[in-house]
Every structure is written in structure tokens, then in C-alpha cells.
């Protein structure tokens, strides 16, 4: 649980937790031998795909918790 300093904060956090649940769909998915090429994630926060997209940090966006940084390595 965390309290979101902006909404920017509040998508990109979950987004991350969104990608995490694809992540663990995809691999029960799996082990089910039902395999998909693509998996999408929506997401209408244009300065959260921006933060997402872009990889170095930002004064405004270091309050960001690192662990929700791990999007950016996955997708």
C-alpha cells in the first residue's frame, strides 16, 4: 500500500502492478499450453507512458518508489 503525491505517481504505480498480474496470467497461461503472442496493457496516462518510455530520472519523478520502476526493465 502507498499514497500516490501526484497522478501521474498514481498511474504509473499501477501500471506496474497491472504488469505484474499480466506477467503471472501469461505464465499460468502457459503452463495451461495455451500460448498468446502479445499481451496488452492499456494504459490513457500520457506522462505515465512518457515516464514509463523514458529511462533516466527526473527531479519531478524521483519520489517515485524504485520498485515501481521495474516496468521500464519488462516492457
Known sequence: KCVALSTTEAEFIT????????LWMKRF???LQFSQD?????CD???AIHL???STFHARSKHIDVR????????
Open 52 to 54: 514509463r518510455k523514458n
Open 15 to 22: 501500471a506496474t502492478e497491472a504488469s505484474k498480474e499480466l
Open 45 to 47: 496516462s500520457q506522462s
Open 68 to 75: 515501481y520502476h521495474w516496468i521500464r526493465d519488462v516492457l
Open 29 to 31: 497461461m502457459q503452463e
Open 38 to 42: 502479445e499481451y496488452v496493457l492499456y
